[in-house]
């Protein structure tokens, strides 16, 4: 009686030690990770992910990022990506299998936002993305060369219960290693266990946001095709003289003309927003790029609306959640609010929570598809491509090319090659990326700077009119941050508010003064840049791994150091 108490009370103990981190976790995460990793002989490695998600609220699917360009030594250099199938299911009904997806390229990485835009989901779905990848994460070292690759990279926004690679290769690696953790950990929560075609490699640990599973493989020198001078000769432009910058001006400055610019429209001024259009997207227009001061102007134009409060609580300021939901909002601006909101209804602005500096780039992710419209994309890809390879030209002709040629007495050709690499980054920056109708936004947002920048002129027509005037102030001030001049505009309407104060502001003081809400509009600026720059994602910029620095897994290896690894977060 007393052997079968202690079996009960064993079992019993079991099931409470057991971790339960899996069976308990109810917000968004994904389950599993499993990938299955092919390594051919010709620097070729084909990857399928099986990605087990699980949304807890409602939403149209995932966006998925894959480097494709990376910094080696200052130059960015090109890898080729070929994405060869993509279906998702709910999970246990592969048969109800779906491949809607679309594909886009930013900023050195593959984007493909994965769902049905018309139709949300929610609960456990499968995601498998089959690719192939050549010259990423491979190193070729006088000694032995180097397979070194990120399974899964520092940016997927959400923990990873478990994450398995079953690791094929062409040959028995002579000595091999696993890293975990944020980007530049030497965490090894992963060990490999021998396999019919090879190794398995598995985390023993959750991965939480940001955190990478990485491997290195070492072989013998000379086992991988040695792809070193085909990838240096792809960055080569044909020996066309000094003379090539002739055609080169007159190439692209035609296509400038005709393909990538838009009408001038007569600047006329304007008191009032177009169509009410939020700061993020009319900044994304209006500067032709991202930035931060966008979002922090649009928390300004959220408060304008009822939607948030601000409070100012001695030397500390204060977001206060004031409605129950924004789905009544465009889905950025309801993505921004629920973010913000998370867990508490008043936020702190210099400790912004990290629920909203984990989606920031989701967000922003999210306005560039909402800005279709206004921007084109074709553009923005060609903008893109033309000044990386200026910018790989012009350092290679003048700095490579030239030195080499002159013991030839062909300077000039090195000469003509860097020339032509700066003539291509400068009308690159030249093309105008929107489309029709985002060059007519433009110019009716450079009316409206027009009127806040001559502020002064008008405000007689405002001034029999307390209310209006005050409505006037607060629907540009969002705007006035966005063209930089909110610190004008607030000294324009310094006296707006000498016997009372906006019902979205509370502050210490009894009288309410603009232009200290513009220094809290800055410190908002400052703490959302500096809150989000500690964001991994998609527009940090090139990454240094592999065979593009010359680093090895075995030797200064990391978590995240290698080539590839995916990284996203739901949409």
Not at 470 to 489: D, H, S, T
């Amino acid at each position: 009686m007393k052997r079968y108490f202690l079996l009960a009370l064993f079992l019993l103990c079991s099931i409470f030690l057991v971790p339960t981190y899996a069976q308990e976790l109810t917000t968004e995460h994904i389950e599993e990770f499993k990938s299955d990793i092919t390594i051919n002989q010709d620097a070729t490695i084909d990857v399928t992910e099986e990605i087990h998600y699980y949304f807890d609220t409602y939403k149209h699917g995932i966006y998925w990022q894959y480097p494709i360009e990376y910094n080696a030594n200052g130059f960015k250099r090109s890898t080729s990506f070929d994405l060869n199938s993509l279906y998702y299911y709910p999970e246990g009904n592969p048969n109800a299998n779906k491949s809607i997806y679309e594909k886009s390229t930013s900023n050195g990485w593959i984007e493909l936002k994965i769902g049905d835009p018309d139709r949300t989901i929610k609960g456990s779905y499968v995601y498998v993305i089959d690719y192939t990848i050549k010259d990423a994460g491979i190193s070729y070292f006088d000694d032995h060369d180097e397979v070194y690759l990120n399974v899964i990279g520092p940016g997927w926004q959400v923990p990873i219960l478990q994450a398995t690679a079953n690791i094929n290769s062409f040959t028995k690696p002579t000595e091999k290693i696993c890293y975990t953790g944020p980007e530049g950990s030497t965490l090894q929560n992963c060990n490999f266990e021998e396999s019919d075609n090879g190794y398995t490699l598995k985390t023993t640990s959750v991965l939480q946001p940001y955190e990478a599973l990485t491997f290195a493989y070492k072989y013998p020198a000379g086992s991988i095709e040695n792809r070193s001078t085909q990838i240096w000769i792809s960055m080569i432009i044909s020996n066309l003289g000094i003379l090539l910058p002739i055609p080169v001006i007159m190439l692209l400055r035609s296509l400038l003309k005709k393909k990538w610019s838009n009408k001038k429209i007569t600047i006329i001024p304007h008191y009032e927003v177009p169509n009410d259009l939020d700061p993020i997207i009319g900044g994304y227009v209006y500067e032709s790029k991202q930035d931060f001061k966008h979002i922090s102007a649009t928390l300004i134009w959220m408060a304008t609306k009822g939607y948030v409060s601000i409070k100012k609580e001695g030397k500390n300021i204060f977001i206060q959640k004031e409605v129950e939901d924004l789905k009544s909002e465009v889905s950025h601006i309801e993505e921004l609010f629920n973010a913000l909101f998370n867990k508490n209804d008043k936020v702190a602005i210099k400790g912004m929570p990290f629920s909203f500096t984990n989606k920031v780039q989701s967000i922003l992710f999210i306005v560039k598809s909402n800005s279709s419209e206004y921007i084109d994309e074709g553009r923005v890809g060609t903008k893109n491509l033309l000044l990386s390879l200026g910018i790989v030209v012009a350092t290679f002709g003048f700095f490579a090319l030239t030195p080499f040629l002159a013991t030839y007495g062909a300077i000039g050709t090195g000469i003509g090659i860097g020339i032509s690499g700066i003539v291509t980054a400068i009308i690159a920056g030249k093309i105008d990326i929107k489309t029709k109708k985002g060059n007519e936004l433009y110019y009716e947002l450079e009316g409206l700077k027009m009127y806040i920048n001559t502020a002064e002129k008008h405000r007689i027509e405002f001034h029999n009119d307390p209310e209006k005037f005050r409505g006037v102030f607060e629907a540009l001030l969002p705007y006035a941050m966005i063209f930089g001049l909110e610190k004008k505009w607030a000294k324009e309407f310094e006296d707006l508010y000498k016997d009372t104060q906006p019902n979205w502001y509370q502050g210490d003081f009894d009288v309410f003064n603009v232009y200290m809400l513009t220094m809290a509009v800055n410190s908002l600026n400052r703490s959302v840049k500096s809150a989000t720059a500690k964001a991994y994602g998609s527009n940090s910029g090139l990454r240094s791994s592999g065979w593009s620095s010359g680093g090895s897994g075995f030797s200064g290896g990391s978590s995240g150091g290698g080539g590839g690894g995916s990284g996203g977060g739901s949409w």
